[in-house]
């Protein structure tokens, strides 16, 4: 007989009763449970991505150094970020810490960690280079306290003449202590500053450092923020160069703030202030005055004076009612030589315009000697003062030293300016304080007064070279200068002589509106800021950067002062190692209680 094997049935055959158990798990399914504990383990240990810094020298006591000027703004999300990570690496391990803030200096002192952070998460960039020769004192003090220690120095990179002292300073220390270092960033700056004005334009100086040519927006404001110009423009580092805005002199009186858009600095930004705006001055002379010898004129050196600063509106030949006329100008000022007011309706107008806000600047002559009216300052004398007449000295008199409440404060006066000749006052009580200039023998020389909301100013000489050669000086468009820049409202005239009070008040300015080290204007005033007690003023932390005064007149102090120099840090000759600024930061995985109530922390001061 045949057999026939069925397939299904050799299939089935075929198949092992019992399956076959491996002796190990494959290797896959190995490394795959490896790889979950190792994650476990490493998660529970707090892991920390911690990058080679300064601060891993030593476990010495370590002071950090921390520059907040302008120059620091454009990357000081980076500068804060990488003094945490030090400061991290400090508690990590267990190093104590002290700071030192440069435009903050005080008395360096060990601190906690926690409130090393805290301190360092709500500074701001300032408005103003820190002043590095305030900052010796303290250091030196905290080396004696502390015999061996580290220094890291979160550098500007860019500052004033005295950056240079203070690197060779840290240089001294660290041929001593071989424990300083220094962190720089490469950030570009851009700097506008000298800010004048003309006939045409407002002009300043432009200048970038370290900067690849990029497009930039340079605008400029009014003081509601409202755009009056705008220019697209490509700046590289390259030379200073001259920077002009040529609009009309309506619109650019109302021009408050120049700044580039796109850069987050207050190097960046020009203040404009009632000295840099060109006022409208009406012009009118004594009838005497020889239209063909100008140099003889009244009117020559006063016209010259006010050149570059204001714009001048004169007379026309013919012209019936020349006072009307200037006033219907809607001047800011309103100059006479040695005129005569007597038309009423003139007296009235004029009257009218100083009440109203404006200044009459008079100055004498032989006509007003003889016929004094009444809007004057001060209360004259019928008869002048002439070398070799009856009322006369040996020798031509000099200027006396200007008093602190006069406007031309701190005006340099020249040996060689004389007066032969002068209308006196009569010696009321409080004429000392409506003079704002004086002869050496106590006699006034300029007197003002307020009426109304604007005021009256008397020179007690000609505007030409017959009674005196101080029209002939720099001294006078210095004078004119000030007195054109001047708001009648800012000047307070006691009349009671007893009251001791220091005049100087009267320059004394309030902070109106601050910059900050990016540029904008703070919400807030500090309460260390002081008022401005001279225009000479530069931006400080006492007087940051921004507006003082009052509504009616401001002074604008500058990121960067007039023919201020910024220079660069120079530490080539030394051996301090330098670090780049970058954005190696520690990163920290941990969960923990105090992690979290950092990250809360910094959420709520951002």
């Known amino acids: 007989r045949v057999l026939f094997r069925s397939p299904p049935v050799h299939l089935l ?52 150094i921390v520059d907040d000027g302008w120059a620091a703004s454009n990357d000081w999300d980076i500068r804060i970020k990488k003094v945490e990570t030090i400061i991290h690496e400090l508690r990590n391990n267990n190093t104590p810490v002290a700071l030192l803030i440069s435009n903050e200096p005080k008395n360096i002192s060990l601190i906690e960690h926690n409130e090393a952070l805290e301190i360092i998460r709500s500074l701001k960039p300032k408005s103003y280079i820190p002043n590095y020769t305030e900052l010796t004192a303290p250091i030196q003090k905290f080396i004696q306290e502390h015999s061996n220690i580290n220094i890291i120095w979160i550098s500007e990179k860019y500052g004033h003449a ?3 002292d203070f690197v060779n300073f840290l240089s001294d220390l660290n041929k001593q202590f ?43 404001n009014d003081q509601l923020d409202q755009t009056i110009y705008k220019k697209d423009m490509i700046i590289g580092s390259e030379n200073e160069q001259s920077i002009d805005i040529a609009l009309p002199l309506e619109l650019r009186n109302q021009i408050s703030v120049i700044k580039l858009a796109n850069d987050h600095s207050a190097s960046s930004v020009i203040l404009l202030d009632d000295h840099a705006h060109i006022k409208r001055v009406g012009l009118y002379g004594s009838l005497k005055d020889d239209q063909s010898q100008p140099l003889l004129s009244s009117l020559h050196y006063i016209d010259k004076a006010l050149l570059k600063f204001a714009s001048v509106s004169h007379v026309r030949p013919g012209d019936n ?57 001060v209360r004259l004398r019928h008869s002048g003062r002439v070398l070799g007449g009856a009322l006369s000295w040996q020798t031509p008199k000099a200027i006396k030293d200007f008093d602190r409440s006069s406007p031309f404060f701190q005006l ?30 106590g006699t006034p020389l300029i007197t003002a007064n307020k009426f109304g909301r604007g005021m009256i100013i008397l020179f007690h000489i000609t505007a030409d070279n017959g009674w005196s050669n101080l029209p002939m000086s720099g001294l006078f468009v210095s004078m004119m200068e000030r007195i054109v820049a001047l708001s009648p409202e800012a000047f307070v005239v006691k009349e009671d002589e007893t009251n001791q009070d220091n005049v ?32 000479l003023a530069v931006s400080s ?35 301090i190692p330098i670090f780049a600024l970058n954005n190696d930061m520690e990163i920290d995985l941990r969960r923990s209680e105090e992690h979290t109530s950092e990250l809360q922390s910094r959420e709520t001061i951002s």
């Open 321 to 377: 009612d020349p006072i009307k006329t200037l006033l219907n100008e809607k001047p800011s000022i309103l100059i006479l030589s040695d005129v005569i007011i007597s038309n009423e309706e003139d007296k009235k107008n004029i009257e009218t315009f100083v009440e109203n806000g404006g200044v009459l600047v008079r100055f004498a002559g032989p006509l007003t000697a003889k016929n004094i009216d009444d809007l004057v300052p």
């Open 178 to 220: 071989q424990n300083i270092s220094i962190f720089i960033s490469s950030n570009p700056i851009i700097t506008l500053s000298n800010p004048t004005s003309s006939q045409q334009s407002i002009n300043f100086m432009l200048k970038a450092y370290n900067l690849t040519k990029s497009s930039y927006s340079l605008i400029a």
């Open 504 to 535: 100087s008040q009267n320059i004394s300015m309030k902070p109106i509106k601050l910059l900050d080290g990016y540029g904008r204007f703070m919400d807030k005033i500090p309460d260390t800021v002081l008022a401005l007690g001279s225009t």
């Open 162 to 164: 005295d950056i240079a």
């Open 13 to 64: 055959q075929s198949i092992a009763l019992i399956e076959p158990k491996p002796f190990r798990s494959p290797w896959w399914i190995l490394l795959l449970r490896l790889l979950i504990a190792t994650l476990i383990i490493t998660a529970m240990a707090g892991p920390q991505w911690r990058p080679v810094s300064a601060a891993s020298l030593n476990k010495n006591e370590t002071l950090v």
């Open 541 to 575: 932390r006492h007087n940051p950067a921004g507006f003082y005064g009052d509504a009616t007149l401001k002074h604008a102090i500058q990121p960067i002062s007039h023919h201020e120099k910024i220079e660069e840090i120079n530490i080539s000759s030394n051996d």
């Open 412 to 441: 340099s006066i020249p040996q060689d300016v004389t007066i032969n000749k002068q209308i006196l006052a009569e010696p009321d009580v409080g004429l000392n304080f409506k003079t704002w200039a004086s002869l050496d023998d």
